[in-house]
């Protein structure tokens, strides 16, 4: 399986402040249950062009985080919104959600720290 956040692309980011990255992450794991569940919420009730703005917001905070596998996510559900094809959005969100789940639980274990040292 995909790591959750991309090693090379933190360092190009980041260099060697973990710091920084740490205090992205903490802002990303703060808002992201808000965010997911105002996705959700659109999902559910077939809200296309709110569906494309959360999903706009929160892949470009993934972006920001390196979370490459969550970001390529948010931009199916994005792109699907964009395309007004309701079930491609619906399905993609269900392992949208399931990426950030994972993601989240990863980074409360902070073994991300190892790609500073």
């Keep these: 399986m995909e790591s959750v956040f991309d090693k090379k692309m933190v360092r190009e980011i ?10 992205i992450i903490e802002m990303l794991i703060e808002r992201l249950p808000g965010d997911m569940d105002k996705l959700h919420q659109a999902v559910e009730n ?4 709110d569906v494309r703005k959360t999903a706009h ?5 993934l972006v920001t ?4 596998p969550a970001a390529r996510l ?3 559900v994005e792109d699907a919104a964009v395309a007004g094809k309701t079930s ?10 399931f990426e950030i ?7 409360e274990t902070r073994e991300w720290l ?4």
Excluded: N, P
């Design 101 to 107: 789940k994972r993601l989240i639980t990863y980074a």
């Design 65 to 68: 985080a390196a979370a490459s």
């Design 14 to 23: 980041y260099e060697d402040d973990h710091e920084l990255f740490q205090e």
């Design 114 to 117: 190892s790609y500073f040292v």
């Design 74 to 76: 948010a931009g199916e």
């Design 88 to 97: 491609e959005y619906t399905g993609a969100f269900s392992a949208f959600s």
């Design 46 to 49: 077939q809200q296309t062009e």
């Design 57 to 61: 917001q929160i892949r470009s905070s």
